[in-house]
């Protein structure tokens, strides 16, 4: 098992207990849903973040109260880590009244304006320029905010990508553009689908500066967040993070993801494992002991066990609700 940081950095032993419960409840949360996928309760589309917890809980934990997220259609890691209730969660993705969208948007469209979470978009860039525009208007509004903009390393080679660089450089928009890039696109690895996949220097024409990140390690993510968030806020304009980490299921729960080898995903959960990483720092430096760490495990075991309950017996949304939410009339 490769070892994380040497030292606590600027987290604090309360804080990376709460990254380390984070990143627990995530990962059994997508476990969860995807066996829920495979008994037919959750329709649709379904793609998981088993392996990239590290990634947006420790950009998370670097955010202020007033600062935006948006992301891609990958987004339930996102939702938890901004602290949306996971019944809530679950039960849009089993299309129920108590969900977030009151059943009606599924996987990938989630959003809570209390938490300052924007979605979850399943067209592959297009919140790329939301984001910009989310940073426009704190700019605007003078809040002091920064906009999270979440996207993967197939959608880096999408043209609105370069649109939004542009803007933001332009305008010194308080963006920061974080690329997942968990090697694998939808069944291409990013070095068929990319002539350079350096993606942190994707912003160097438009003076724009990068960094390239180990997204399996939280210290290493929390460390590039905090100096993103901090260039970001002092009106110094967008910053890359390119965030390399590895995504252990499909792209989607459809895809076998026979395109790469056993051997490769087992090294990956043998060695790089996020959790395991951050788990075996906390006891090596004994910031809690096995026996605490066994009580964070039991709590989001019964966590999950509400949530699944809760997603379950949450009624259908009445069929009048068809007719809710399209149009907005100005009185």
């Known amino acids: 098992m490769a070892k994380a940081s040497a030292s606590l950095g600027t987290f604090t032993p309360e804080t990376l207990l709460n990254a380390y419960k984070q990143m627990v409840l995530i990962r059994r949360f997508e476990e969860k849903a ?13 793609h ?31 939702m938890l880590a901004c602290d949306m209730d996971p019944r809530g969660v679950m039960a849009e993705l089993t299309g129920r009244e108590g969900g977030y969208s009151r059943g009606k948007g599924g996987s990938m469209h989630m959003f809570s304006r209390e938490k300052n979470f924007f979605g979850g978009h399943g067209i592959v860039a297009a919140q790329v320029p939301i984001g910009a525009g989310m940073a426009l208007a704190h700019q605007y509004k003078g809040d002091n905010g920064v906009c999270m903009t979440y996207f993967g390393d197939g959608a880096a080679n ?6 939004a660089f542009n803007m933001a450089a332009l305008w010194k928009l308080p963006v920061i553009f974080v690329i997942e890039d968990n090697q694998y696109g939808m069944g291409t690895s990013t070095t068929r689908a990319s002539a350079n996949a350096d993606f942190y220097k994707r912003g160097e024409p438009y003076g724009i500066p990068g960094q390239v990140v180990d ?3 939280l210290f290493a993510v929390k460390e590039a967040g905090d100096w993103a968030t901090i260039h970001a806020r002092s009106g110094k304009g967008p910053v890359i993070l390119h965030i390399k980490t590895y995504r252990y299921r499909g792209h989607s729960m459809s895809d076998p993801g026979k395109y790469r080898s ?8 043998q060695n790089f494992d996020p959790i395991e990483r951050v788990r075996q720092f906390i006891l090596d430096h004994k910031v809690a002991s096995e026996d605490a760490l066994k009580v964070i495990d039991k709590e989001i075991k019964d966590v999950m066990a509400e949530t699944v309950e809760f ?21």
């Open 34 to 46: 995807g066996q829920l996928y495979g008994m037919g309760l959750i329709g649709g589309f379904c």
């Open 48 to 78: 998981l973040y088993i392996g990239q917890e590290a990634v947006v809980v420790g950009l998370q934990a670097a955010m202020q109260k007033q600062d935006t997220v948006i992301t891609s259609y990958r987004d339930h890691g996102h």
């Open 158 to 163: 999408q043209g609105q990508v370069y649109e």
């Open 215 to 217: 997204g399996m390690d």
């Open 262 to 269: 056993k051997e490769e995903v087992e090294n990956m959960r």
């Open 311 to 331: 997603a379950q017996t949450s009624p259908e949304p009445d069929p009048s609700e068809l007719y809710t939410d399209i149009l907005i009339e100005n009185v």
